[in-house]
């Protein structure tokens, strides 16, 4: 076991951990540390604990000091002049006519480089725009092609769910998601509506694949015929997964048919999936095959 911290940067989502040494850091706290980057300051996210050695990178590097008072001006500092190094980079691909979209500008804490942040349609061109850079800054300068769920993610904002942004709040990566997910979930395959804020499908179609897969496992399927427990034998209309209950048209004694709702335990019926047809419109079909193109181009854009 090994004593560490957990903390995160502005612009990476992910946890990193470092080592203490004999530093009373508590968690809202912000440190001084080194990274791959240079000299960092850090949010601390999860306090002093003991995790498996194999569970952190090594070597694990230490926590230089707790910021002082001087450390928090410097980092307001810095933001002041990420605010006006974003404005004249704008004004430098305005001058180049470079196809790209500006999305944030950072500097490291010990001001040893400036990075910028940038969306566009295939590679650009960006030696003269560098050069430019820096020779207005004079440090090191670095831009960074980013996707547009990693535009999302910095720049943050509100989902359809009225809650913040999960990639802005806590993902530290983004998971592979699919049209087929949607499917499980028997969500409505309007691109419009499972799309998220980046304009690719909702990060949160994954959390809650694996209950579905199960849930649906345990279901018929709508036209099957299932047996059930009054002895009665009916064809069913449709299923709540979450309520794992079966509405099913079945045939009484005098031919009559009727619909009865019933527990799926109080049926009995060959367990098989299928695929289901789904009625969408031909625009949809072309919308959702558009975005699929878009999820495979982000995967490999991620790689």
């Known amino acids: 076991m090994i004593k560490v911290i957990g903390v995160r940067f502005r612009?990476?989502?992910?946890?990193?951990?470092?080592?203490?040494?004999d530093f009373e850091v508590e968690v809202g706290q912000h440190v001084i540390v080194e990274t791959a980057r240079g000299i960092e300051y850090g949010h601390v996210v999860l306090g002093c604990r003991e995790v498996d050695e194999d569970k952190v990178?090594?070597?694990?590097?230490?926590?230089?000091?707790?910021?002082t008072p001087e450390d928090d001006e410097k980092a307001i500092l810095n933001k002041e002049k990420e605010r006006s190094a974003y404005k004249i980079c704008l004004e430098k691909i305005q001058k180049h006519e470079l196809e790209m979209k500006?999305?944030?500008?950072?500097?490291?804490?010990?001001?040893n480089k400036v990075l910028f942040y940038f969306t566009a349609d295939g590679r650009i061109d960006f030696r003269e725009l560098v050069k430019d850079l820096a020779a207005v800054f004079k440090t090191r300068i670095e831009l960074r092609q980013i996707g547009v769920r990693d535009e999302t993610k910095i720049l943050g904002g509100i989902g359809i769910c009225g809650r913040p942004l999960c990639c802005n709040t806590y993902l530290s990566e983004f998971v592979p998601v699919s049209i087929k997910m949607a499917k499980e979930q028997n969500l409505s395959l309007n691109p419009i509506k499972i799309s998220g804020v980046c304009g690719r499908l909702m990060c949160c179609l994954k959390n809650e694949e694996e209950t579905y897969?199960?849930?649906?496992?345990?279901?018929?399927?709508?036209?099957d015929y299932v047996n059930t427990?009054?002895?009665?034998?009916?064809?069913?209309q449709s299923v709540s997964v979450l309520r794992q209950l079966v509405k099913v048209i079945v045939t009484l004694s005098n031919e009559d048919k009727e619909v009865r709702e019933y527990k799926v335990k109080d049926l009995r019926f060959k367990p098989?999936?299928?695929?289901?047809?789904?009625?969408?419109?031909?625009e949809e079909l072309k919308a959702l095959e558009a975005l699929e193109k878009k999820e495979g181009k982000s995967r490999l854009d991620d790689n």
């Open 11 to 21: 612009q990476a989502g992910k946890i990193y951990f470092f080592d203490p040494l």
């Open 57 to 67: 990178v090594q070597p694990l590097k230490p926590v230089i000091r707790v910021a």
């Open 102 to 111: 500006l999305i944030d500008a950072e500097y490291t804490f010990d001001n």
């Open 213 to 223: 897969e199960y849930l649906n496992s345990t279901l018929p399927n709508v036209g």
């Open 229 to 236: 427990v009054d002895g009665l034998r009916g064809e069913v």
């Open 272 to 282: 098989r999936r299928r695929k289901e047809k789904t009625q969408i419109t031909d």
